[in-house]
């Protein structure tokens, strides 16, 4: 099969949806598919990957590595027909997503359209507004693109069950992001690596939808009862700076280390040194780090969001809590003053993570893309 994926960030950004590409790329690969990637260029990159197609862009200057593209690219408009796709996917509604639908209908090619993302939750971050006009008028935009696609792929439940508020009634495939399980090697860990100093650790976006201001009121409330406890918050975003200053104000800022954004061989790295992995957020669409920390044979403790339902298993392979803190750090003292419990529950992390390998997801996204097909041929 032929595909070509169409998303507004790619090398050398690393987000959710870049992970995804990469993760479903390498496996369509590896399947003997033909992958094409349309995204905007980055300036001073060098793409290393074959069937990188890059459009005009101008750098954000507040934005590491990303860029706006100039979606009028006449090489990309003469070199698409010539590739014969058999699907297009789109990881964006819109800017470059515009462009794979022009593609989709131009040249009768069915389109696949991944919801990675709550936009009405996110105006605030790509148009810089944050009322209900808006997120109406987000609302609208995505209906109106989602509809005119011939399936939906859904990373959760959760977004599944979002779909009807705006209005979306295409055919929906849950479908979450793989993981890696060769990037990630547990380590025979003892109950704790070090008995003296325990590390709890987080993994994401630095800003304000993590709740991460909550996550340090809790970590404060559990490191004054044991003096064993470290935290290490592994990401970079726009928060990174308030969430320092709170560190301060809480006292607890030697007790917490702020690595900024990495590579991701080093976020693997830190993983595997961990001996707990704790998240707060309430607005995942999928929760990849969530994985990610399970593939590493890492215990959780989590707020409960729904999104994270459908692949964790509360009390065997984490602590799930509701959004309170003293819950969370009272969760926290007692899973790590139990090294039995918390070395269980590492096992069956990984166990569980094993569920959700690149060969055994990529087989059912190919799924996906026969049945859009399918669809779309006979629909016209």
């Known amino acids: 099969m032929r595909i070509g994926m169409f998303s507004n960030a790619y090398l050398p950004v690393i987000n959710g949806v870049v992970r995804s590409i990469m993760l479903y790329r390498q496996g369509l690969l590896d399947a003997c598919h033909f992958v094409g990637v349309f995204a905007p260029d980055s300036r001073n990159y060098e793409d290393e990957q074959p069937f990188i197609f890059r459009y005009p862009a101008i750098p954000l200057p507040t934005q590491l590595n990303y860029s706006f593209p100039v979606v009028t690219a006449p090489h990309i408009t003469w070199m698409a027909p010539r590739l014969k796709l058999d699907i297009i996917h789109a990881h964006h509604p819109i800017i470059v997503g515009v462009e794979a639908r022009r593609f989709s209908e131009e040249l009768d090619i ?7 993302t709550m936009y009405h939750e996110y105006t605030h971050y790509f148009l810089g507004m944050d009322n209900e006009i808006v997120k109406q008028i987000v609302r609208r935009v995505v209906r109106d693109y989602a ?21 979306i009634h295409k055919p929906v495939e849950i479908l ?3 993981v890696d399980l ?28 993590k709740n991460l201001d909550f996550l340090l009121r809790v970590f404060k409330r559990a490191a004054q009862q044991d003096d064993r406890i470290e935290l290490i918050v592994v990401g970079g975003g726009p928060s990174l700076g ?11 800022d030697h007790r917490i280390e702020f690595t900024d954004m990495v590579p991701f061989e080093q976020v693997v790295e830190e993983l595997n040194q961990a001996d707990l992995f704790v998240f707060a957020s309430t607005t995942e669409t999928q929760g990849l780090v969530v994985l990610e920390a399970m593939a590493a044979g890492l215990p959780l403790v989590l707020v409960e969001s729904k999104a994270l339902l459908h692949f964790i298993n509360p009390d065997k392979n984490c602590v799930v809590v509701q959004e309170d803190e003293e819950a969370m750090a009272a969760a926290i003292l007692s899973l790590i003053r139990d090294p039995d419990r918390m070395r269980a529950m590492g096992r069956a992390a990984r166990q569980n993570a094993e569920r959700y390998s690149i060969p055994t997801l990529t087989s059912k996204l190919v799924d996906v893309y026969h049945r859009a097909i399918d669809m779309h041929f006979s629909a016209t």
Request: aromatic share 8%.
């Open 147 to 167: 509809n005119r696609a011939d399936y939906i792929i859904a990373p959760s439940p959760a977004v599944v069950d979002m779909l009807p508020s705006y209005g």
């Open 110 to 116: 069915p389109l696949v359209f991944t919801f990675h």
């Open 176 to 178: 979450p992001t793989p």
């Open 182 to 209: 060769d990037q990630f090697k547990p380590r025979a860990r003892p109950p704790l690596s070090d008995p003296d100093r325990i590390r709890l650790i987080y993994v994401g976006r630095v800003a304000k939808e």
């Open 242 to 252: 308030e969430l320092k200053k709170l560190a301060a104000a809480l006292g607890v």
